[in-house]
Nanobody, 115 residues
Framework: QVQFVESGGGLMQPGEALRLFCLAHIDNFSIYTWGWHRQAPGKQRELVASITSGGATNYIDSVKGRFTISRDNAKNTVYLQMNSLKPEDTAVYYC?????????WGQGTQVTVSV
């Protein structure tokens, strides 16, 4: 059983920065490859970034150079630093493993980027 608690979202203007937080209530947090996923209105949920247990990261092309995923195993927390935000980043952001292994998703955190 796992519980995800995402936070940090908000209403932002283009070009601004935001940091998202995901607390995962799970044993053995450190062994998993974690991912940040997002779902925009009318679209399917997509994996945005992932980080392995060893700290290797991967990003979709549209966020490369702007987003940074990181983790703190001591705090069971995954972060997503989002810089140079764009309107197309507007979505609800969720965390899970990179391959969505857990069926129980959190409530997500809403990020809205608008002038």
């Amino acid at each position: 059983q796992v519980q995800f608690v995402e936070s940090g979202g908000g209403l932002m203007q283009p070009g601004e920065a935001l940091r998202l937080f995901c607390l995962a209530h799970i044993d053995n947090f450190s062994i998993y490859t974690w991912g940040w996923h997002r779902q925009a209105p009318g679209k399917q949920r997509e994996l945005v970034a992932s980080i392995t247990s060893g700290g290797a990261t991967n990003y979709i092309d549209s966020v490369k150079g702007r987003f940074t995923i990181s983790r703190d195993n001591a705090k069971n927390t995954v972060y997503l630093q989002m810089n140079s935000l764009k309107p197309e980043d507007t979505a609800v952001y969720y965390c899970n493993t990179f391959d969505s292994a857990f069926a129980s998703w959190g409530q997500g955190t809403q990020v809205t980027v608008s002038v």
